[in-house]
């Protein structure tokens, strides 16, 4: 089974600080973590993903996250947020594969963090 | 770039009536599911579909519920009778491949209202 906590419902930063959205994870499989953002009155958008390999993964709008397995932490990070960062951002985990494979799309999603950018 | 399309992108409807939320998958996808999310909840699995038939349900996808992938594009969701807490946010998604690389594509997102 899989958990997602991600911590602190909103993070509230100023126009070019830096962004840390947090996100820890449990699973009794090797994870495949995702990081997803949802603008206002819009769908689900991929940020990154880590599935193997490189630890640290880069995504679009310039955001990384790093996978941590000592602390099963998958951390959000942008060195500098813009006015447009402000969404709602999604940690989430997926499991192993299933027999019939559709497991690969089945995710555990966190609670969600509100990001706010202050000018 | 090719998307996922949900229609309505609202719904307002009456306690006990039937509803049917809509999703366009991305034309060469195989894998498809429905999420729903609670006001001031997580994002909650409830199915998914392949090969034209369910592969997976959580708890929360009772005999209410039913999907449906009448032709070869639309993907349905059907609540039967709906309540007062299924009011949520409901999400359309699918993936092309069974691979480890694969990413899920979402929908922007059916707003329920059950009044």
């Known amino acids: 089974a899989q958990s997602v906590t991600q911590l602190g419902s909103h993070v509230s930063v100023s126009e070019g600080a830096l962004v840390l959205l947090r996100c820890n994870y449990s699973s009794s499989v090797p994870p495949y973590l995702f990081w997803y953002v949802q603008y206002p009155n819009q769908g689900l958008q991929l940020l990154l993903k880590y599935t193997t390999g490189a630890t640290l993964v880069k995504g679009i709008n310039g955001f990384e996250a790093e996978f941590k397995k000592s602390e099963t932490s998958f951390h959000l990070t942008k060195p500098s947020a813009h006015m447009s960062d402000a969404a709602e951002y999604f940690c989430?985990?997926?499991?192993?594969?299933?027999?019939?494979?559709?497991?690969?799309?089945?995710?555990?999603f966190g609670q969600g963090t509100i990001l706010t950018v202050h000018p | 770039e090719p998307e996922v399309t949900q229609t309505p992108s609202h719904q307002v409807t009456q306690m006990g009536q039937e509803v049917i939320l809509r999703c366009v998958p991305i034309?060469?996808?195989?894998?498809f599911y429905w999420y729903r999310q609670i006001l001031g909840q997580k994002v909650e699995f409830l199915v998914s579909?392949?090969?034209?038939?369910?592969?997976?349900k959580s708890e929360i996808f009772d005999d209410q519920f039913s999907v449906e992938r009448p032709d070869g594009s639309n993907f349905t969701l059907k609540i039967r009778s709906t309540k007062l807490e299924d009011s949520a946010m409901y999400f359309c998604?699918?993936?092309?491949?069974?691979?480890?690389?694969?990413?899920?594509?979402f929908g922007q997102g059916t707003r329920l209202t059950v009044v």
């Open positions: 998604a699918s993936i092309r491949t069974a691979h480890l690389n694969t990413e899920a594509f």
């Open positions: 034309s060469n996808h195989l894998y």
């Open positions: 989430a985990v997926r499991g192993g594969p299933n027999a019939g494979g559709t497991s690969y799309g089945k995710l555990t």
């Open positions: 579909f392949y090969n034209n038939e369910i592969s997976e």
